[in-house]
Structures are given as structure tokens and as C-alpha cells.
């Protein structure tokens, strides 16, 4: 089932800026997908991120989980699903310590944000990571940086 800007903001009573054209089908994306300073992974291409012996996973409630907020306490990423059908944990381990937490989904979940507005994440296992990209300075190329959203 496709759904649109306007559908999933109903939905879920999340909203987003004004600029966003509402009536445009939310993709739905089995690959990687980023969102400003966040970044969606399929799992087999991260191995390094697991799970733990004491990892607790928590369903995805109908609000709603808030998976980062913007840099300044900016907008959030929120993660949304059907009742049931989306769990995630910030127990990981990660040795290069971007990833914010896995999700599990069994059907379409969604990200959405204010600015950004949303998109689907097909079923499947996933790593939430933070965005880096590449310092630069005049004369090199510098350290990695967090994206800042």
C-alpha cells in the first residue's frame, strides 16, 4: 500500500515544514537511505553492529520513537510504525560508535522529520547510524566530522 506526506502526518500527528508537498507517495526503500544527519543501513552491510546478551528491544509504539534530534535541539527523526510490527534498541555494539540502534521490521515503518519529511523502510533488519563526512580545510583534507542537521 503506498501512502502519501498527507496520510502519514495524519496518521501518526506528526508534522512537518510547509515547503513539503504533501500529496507525494512516501518512497519506500529496502537499501540505504539518509535523512539529514541520520543515515539507514540494511544490516548485512554493517555486520560489525550487533546486537548484545543484554540488548532489551522495545516495540515501536504509535507515537512514535525519537531517534535523534538536529544539532542546537533542532527537528527530530522520529520512527513510526503499525502496532506490532517494528521494534528497535539502542543496546548495540558498535566499534566505530556511530550507529544510534538497530530497528526490525516486519512491515513498512517510517522516518519522519520536519524539514526532510518522511520515508519508508521496507521490511527487514536495520542499523540507525549518524551521518560523518570528511573535514576539509584549504590545504588538506581534515578529521571526519558528525553531519550536522
Not at 27 to 56: C, E, R, Y
Request: glycine content about 10%; aromatic content about 4%; charged content about 20%.
Amino acid at each position: 500500500m503506498t501512502m502519501t506526506l498527507a496520510q502519514l502526518t495524519a496518521r501518526t500527528g506528526l508534522d512537518v515544514l510547509d515547503h513539503l508537498e504533501r500529496e507525494l507517495t512516501v518512497p519506500v526503500v529496502d537499501g540505504l537511505q539518509a535523512q539529514g544527519d541520520l543515515i539507514v543501513v540494511p544490516h548485512h552491510l554493517v555486520p560489525t553492529v550487533t546486537d548484545t546478551s543484554w540488548t532489551v528491544w522495545q516495540d515501536v509504539p504509535p507515537d512514535g520513537v525519537e531517534l535523534l534530534r538536529g544539532a542546537g535541539g533542532g527537528n527530530p527523526h522520529t520512527l513510526v510504525a503499525d502496532p506490532g510490527t517494528c521494534r528497535w534498541t539502542t543496546s548495540v555494539r558498535d566499534p566505530l560508535r556511530l550507529a544510534l540502534g538497530l530497528l526490525e521490521t516486519t512491515a513498512v515503518a517510517y522516518l519522519i522529520h520536519p524539514e526532510h519529511g518522511g520515508t519508508g523502510i521496507a521490511p527487514g533488519r536495520y542499523v540507525v547510524r549518524r551521518q560523518r563526512e570528511r573535514g576539509r580545510t584549504t590545504t588538506a583534507f581534515g578529521a571526519d566530522r558528525l553531519v550536522a542537521d
